[in-house]
T-cell receptor, first 114, second 109 residues
Framework: AAGVIQSPRHLIKEKRETATLKCYPIPRHDTVYWYQQGPGQDPQFLISFYEKMQSDKGSIPDRFSAQQFSDYHSELNMSSLELGDSALYFC?????????????FGEGSRLTVL | DAKTTQPTSMDCAEGRAANLPCNHSTISGNEYVYWYRQIHSQGPQYIIHGLKNNETNEMASLIITEDRKSSTLILPHATLRDTAVYYCIVLSNTGKLIFGQGTTLQVKP
């Protein structure tokens, strides 16, 4: 079965640079979630989208933005990168109609800021 | 969002049942309890969820107390591959999952 696809899997950037992470949800899933997991930390909810509209917002820094496109894929844009942004970034998708908290997570994108 | 409390870590012998407790005393009547696990650096994986009745699937069983203030996830026959961080989460009314400090389960041979 198709899973959530994230790209790139690994990314290395310098401080103050920008980075873009992409997420391709499972087909027919209309909701996308982004999580950030720092070293030794639990996943932190950043933001979510339903039908291309932002549905909820968590601890996403102002330097970050995200959107969901017409084909339901999502992109997380990060600017003015800081050392503390080094983390695993997970995308998850779900089907809102099912109204469950069963999220399907991708394998994550590991961002390293030097 | 209802807060959950879990032990930081637990050990379990391979082949034995692993019983992972969770307290969620502030849960509301229509809030579900979800369990996820995360094997080292992989994406979190859904295990099971419930409202008030006990639930069972191919991965685990979920026992919810009658007052719904606590629950227990049961892995009936733990294997080494079940070593992971297990998260008990009360689903918010907006549908987002808020991960707290989970339980690190170490299954030992």
């Amino acid at each position: 079965a198709a899973g959530v696809i994230q790209s790139p899997r690994h990314l290395i950037k310098e401080k103050r640079e920008t980075a873009t992470l992409k997420c391709y949800p499972i087909p027919r899933h209309d909701t996308v979630y982004w999580y950030q997991q720092g070293p030794g930390q639990d996943p932190q909810f950043l933001i979510s989208f339903y039908e291309k509209m932002q549905s909820d917002k968590g601890s996403i820094p102002d330097r970050f933005s995200a959107q969901q496109f017409s084909d339901y894929h999502s992109e997380l844009n990060m600017s003015s990168l800081e050392l503390g942004d080094s983390a695993l970034y997970f995308c998850a998708s779900s089907e809102r109609q099912k109204n469950t908290g069963e999220l399907f997570f991708g394998e994550g994108s590991r961002l390293t800021v030097l | 969002d209802a807060k959950t409390t879990q032990p930081t870590s637990m050990d379990c012998a391979e082949g034995r049942a692993a019983n992972l407790p969770c307290n969620h005393s502030t849960i509301s009547g229509n809030e579900y309890v979800y369990w996820y696990r995360q094997i080292h650096s992989q994406g979190p994986q859904y295990i099971i969820h419930g409202l008030k009745n006990n639930e069972t699937n191919e991965m685990a069983s979920l026992i919810i107390t009658e007052d719904r203030k606590s629950s227990t996830l049961i892995l009936p026959h733990a294997t080494l591959r079940d070593t992971a961080v297990y998260y008990c989460i009360v689903l918010s009314n907006t549908g987002k999952l808020i991960f707290g400090q989970g339980t690190t389960l170490q299954v030992k041979p």
